[in-house]
């Protein structure tokens, strides 16, 4: 069993940075591929970012790539995602989840474990 919490949301202007932190409890986050999801009001759940176990390799949407970052760090149990030059269709709720397998990392159902989320608002 994983515990995940999301940290460090909240309102930021268009352009600016943010980054979010999710601090994991229970199993060692190593043994987890990690992504990080989003949902904004009236729209469906989506991907954003996945990182691999080790942290070698990730994977971006494409409407994030070259302005989020995804890393994590296994020994302080912690993944993180550095969001910069935020757009106002960025704002959503951002979870982080855990998963298993990793054969398909943008599909949510590929994960076991979600945190509560954060909100992100970025104003014009």
């Known amino acids: 069993q994983v515990t995940l919490v999301e940290s460090g949301g909240g309102l930021v202007q268009a352009g600016g940075s943010l980054r979010l932190s999710c601090a994991a409890s229970?199993?060692?986050?190593?043994?987890?591929?990690m992504g990080w999801f989003r949902q904004a009001p009236g729209l469906e759940r989506e991907f954003v970012a996945g990182?691999?176990?080790?942290?070698?390799?990730?994977y971006y949407a494409d409407s994030v790539k070259g302005r989020f970052t995804i890393s994590r760090d296994n020994a302080k149990n912690t993944v993180l995602l550095q969001m910069k030059s935020l757009k106002p269709e960025d704002t959503a709720v951002f979870y982080c989840?855990?998963?298993?397998?990793?054969?398909?990392?943008?599909?949510?159902?590929?994960?076991?474990?979600w945190g509560q989320g954060t909100q992100v608002t970025v104003s014009s």
């Open positions: 989840a855990a998963g298993s397998s990793w054969s398909r990392p943008s599909l949510d159902y590929e994960y076991e474990y």
């Open positions: 990182i691999s176990r080790s942290g070698v390799t990730t």
């Open positions: 229970g199993r060692t986050l190593s043994s987890y591929a």
